[in-house]
């Protein structure tokens, strides 16, 4: 049974009701962030129930040390993890003595939680029964700005109800914080310095080993009944670690004080000191004031919604589940920095480090490229490029040579830090997924400079990689790849896994091409990276031997590519056929159990079939999707999305709307008995993709936008928006008819259903 709480509205998250069981779930689902810092939903007052403090920074990160029984060499010596930051929300609150604390409140009732998406604004609001007998309504907002990315709001409004209450406010900055994720309970934070100016309070604090500095920083101001109450606290308590006010105030019955706190982080990524910086961040919260700084958070966020909303009409639940996706992709990353990146998580929780994976190139990508300018997803491209010489230690480690260049399974800083074998060693599928981002990012932009001024490089160190980790078979008479694993992680170090055997194919035949042009087109350019990475033609020979004999394991039987070589010697027994009481497999059964069964943990050979469509007919997908998809448990938050866009484009319209239901309400129904970890966000990407590209049928075909669309029945229409080369495309779907409108200064040729419709801008076209 999944979780069914969340109330279905078109712009909100909405939780009724305290229930202590669903706080660490409703700490996920209520997270905020702003692309430069998030955090999850905890209260901002003492809560001694089970709780997930979290509050992270981007880009800060720490190397806990590895922890395995047995060292493999090439194992790297640490998992990169993001830290759970200094905490600048908390506000312990005091009423006529007693400490509030919902978990031991006498009584909680019209207990409510909003996640206003359209605003980027979290609220809560309850009444509460204390156990000396006062009653109290409450309302909290908390926001992180987006026009200031250090800074963050609250708003904590107390109403006493039933008697005059004497009301201390005791707010704190502390960097006492732990991870809840952590291997060896090491301490990651060291205090610097602290100290205190009238109702400002700061906090800085340095990472070990990675030597990060961050000032956490507080400033506080009240209200009665909307006047300004000009007050110093009348209490400091300091430790090395810790600044807390105490503010008293007398409230009488039904009056309402507001406790107003600016806080955030300033980091030496960006600041020289950071201190002052964080001084200068609350003058100028200061200056806008709350109201015009919740007003500013409002506009910042209809502007990032006015590009990248996708209606649904006739599906309240499709629509909230969509609308969430996005909100929080656009939370995690937004594009500014090329120094980050997004982890599966995102602010949401601690869950895989935080670190980046492939997830960002086969996901995440597509949707910043459509929906955002395209220096966005440019700079995820820089990310990888400016990480290249340490893909090219991390294949020397594993003793590759000559420049070849394998891009870690996770990491923060281009380093290997994922610590188990049949991932870090196996897992090479990775260096196929970056370039095809390169590939999918020009197709999509048309911007080719990327390639000669960074992307070349990259696609030589893979393709030397590829070359190299290529055996060559004489029993076969065909470069093989053995001792792999594959996106279906629920099958390791198996040989001529198809999706990696076709990628490797894939990956040195576009590199060649590319070197063509580039040595074409643009003479400087390759004039500069021949010298740089000493490539001759000899060796691109080379290349071209392994690529043109490269194996793909078939099946004549069944007539389709087989996920590996021994996929068919497995007990063959379909998902239909296996007991519920055995699902999710992942947590009932053995790693061995599951090792040696046919069940897929998320798209593998139909991942391929996914990137390289064109490649295939679509008798070839239908044969593969109904030999593969019943062997598919799904427990990977990856793999519906993929399998709804394919079974859109196979007409199977029932069978894709359940698969987009259980990826965009993946964490709100909590499929996977996991959402109080945090929510998975490099998936919804992939849910933006079903509708986009599985019920949208967009594709970019020879330098133009085709579609195909469909509508589930569930629905009355759809809309949404693809910038399409600086051209913004308004897409509007019935079940009659489509409609293009086109932002753009030039007219935009686009085919639908195989058939060419003009659109010029400003003008309406209905087909």
């Known amino acids: 049974m999944n979780q069914d709480y969340i109330i279905p509205n078109s712009w909100s998250i909405i939780e009724e009701g ?110 509460a029964v204390l156990q000396n007998g006062i009653q109290i309504s409450a309302k909290i907002t908390r926001f992180l700005s987006l026009d200031f990315d250090e800074l963050g709001v609250i708003n904590y409004e107390i109403t006493p109800l039933n008697g005059d209450a004497k009301i201390v406010f005791k707010p704190y900055v502390d960097a006492r914080v732990h991870n809840e994720d952590a291997n060896w309970e090491e301490k990651f934070w060291e205090p610097l310095d602290v100290n205190y100016s009238g109702n400002e309070a700061f906090v800085t604090a340095r990472t070990f080993k990675t030597h990060f500095t961050a000032t956490t920083f507080m400033q506080n101001s009240i209200l009665l009944n909307g006047n300004s109450v000009q007050q110093n606290p009348s209490d400091v308590q300091v430790t090395s670690d ?81 609308r969430f996706n996005i909100f929080q992709l656009n939370q995690t990353y937004l594009g500014k920095d090329s120094r980050l990146n997004i982890g599966p998580k995102g602010f949401t929780g601690e869950k895989y480090g935080g670190s980046t994976y492939w997830d960002t190139e086969a996901y995440c990508i597509p949707f910043y490229m459509a929906t955002k300018d395209q220096q966005v997803a440019r700079n995820l491209l820089t990310y990888r490029y400016n990480h290249l010489e340490k893909a090219i230690e991390n294949a020397a480690k594993l003793g590759f040579t000559n420049g070849a260049a394998l891009y870690p399974m996770v990491t923060m800083n281009g380093e290997e830090c994922h610590n188990e074998w049949e991932i870090t060693f196996e897992e090479i599928h990775r260096n196929g997924a970056i370039a095809f981002a390169i590939f999918n990012y020009y197709r999509f932009t048309g911007d080719y400079s990327y390639i000669p001024e960074k992307g070349l490089e990259v696609l030589i160190g893979i393709a030397r990689f590829w070359h190299q980790r290529a055996t060559f078979s004489t029993h076969k008479n065909q470069f093989v790849i053995l001792g792999v694993t594959g996106p279906n992680e629920y099958e390791n170090n198996v040989n001529n896994n198809f999706y990696t055997n076709y990628l490797a194919k894939w990956c040195i035949d576009y590199t060649l091409e590319q070197i063509e042009k580039v040595e074409n087109d643009y003479a400087s350019d390759y004039s500069r990276i021949m010298a740089k990475v000493n490539l001759d033609k000899g060796e691109m020979v080379q290349w071209k031997k392994v690529a043109d004999k490269m194996y793909l394991p078939f099946s004549d039987e069944h007539d389709v590519y087989l996920q590996q070589d021994g996929f068919l010697d497995k007990e063959l027994v379909k998902v239909h056929d296996l007991d519920k009481s055995q699902r999710p497999i992942n947590q009932k059964w053995s790693w061995d159990r599951i090792l040696r069964s046919p069940y897929i943990k998320q798209a593998d050979v139909l991942q391929g079939f996914y990137f390289f469509e064109d490649h295939f007919s679509k008798d070839q997908l239908e044969k593969h999707f109904d030999f593969y998809e019943p062997f598919t448990v799904h427990e990977s938050s990856l793999s519906p999305c993929v399998h709804s866009i394919q079974a859109a484009g196979l007409g199977r319209m029932e069978q894709a709307y359940t698969f987009y239901l259980r990826t965009s309400r ?29 019920f949208g049928g967009m594709r970019v075909k020879n330098d133009a936008l085709h579609f195909e669309p469909k509508i589930p029945e569930q629905w009355e229409g759809y809309s949404f928006k693809i910038n399409f080369r600086n051209q913004i495309l308004q897409v509007s779907v019935n079940a009659h008819e489509t409609k293009f409108a086109l932002e753009g200064s030039k007219e935009l040729t686009v085919f639908v259903n195989g058939n060419a419709v003009l659109v010029e801008p400003n003008h309406l076209v209905t087909v």
């Open 242 to 322: 810790k600044v807390q006010f105490s503010y008293e105030l007398q409230v009488g019955i039904s009056e309402t004080v507001s406790f107003q706190k600016l806080g955030g982080y300033t980091v030496s990524l960006n600041h020289e000191n950071t201190q002052t910086a964080a001084q200068n961040v609350i003058a100028e919260g200061l200056k806008l004031g709350y109201a015009h700084l919740l007003e500013n958070q409002k506009r910042a966020w209809a502007k990032i919604w006015e590009m990248s909303d996708i209606t649904i009409d006739g599906d309240v639940k499709a629509q909230q589940g969509i």
């Open 666 to 694: 993946l964490d709100l129904d909590d499929y996977n008995k996991e959402v109080e970890e945090g929510c998975h966000i490099t998936s919804m990407a992939g849910t933006w993709m079903s509708i986009v590209e599985g």
């Open 18 to 127: 305290f229930d202590t069981e669903r706080v660490k779930s409703s700490e996920s689902l209520f997270s905020i962030g702003n692309g430069a810092m998030g955090q999850r939903a905890n209260f901002e007052e003492n809560y001694a129930a089970e709780t997930f403090q979290g509050s992270y920074i981007a880009g800060i990160y720490y190397p806990d040390k590895t922890k395995v029984g047995w060292w493999k060499n090439g194992y790297p010596e640490y998992f990169a993890k993001v830290l759970n930051a200094p905490n600048w929300i908390g506000i312990e609150i005091e009423i006529n003595g007693e400490n509030f604390d919902l978990s031991k409140c006498k009584s909680v009732s019209n207990f409510k939680r909003e996640l206003n998406m359209n605003e980027g604004v979290y609220h809560r609001s309850f009444e």
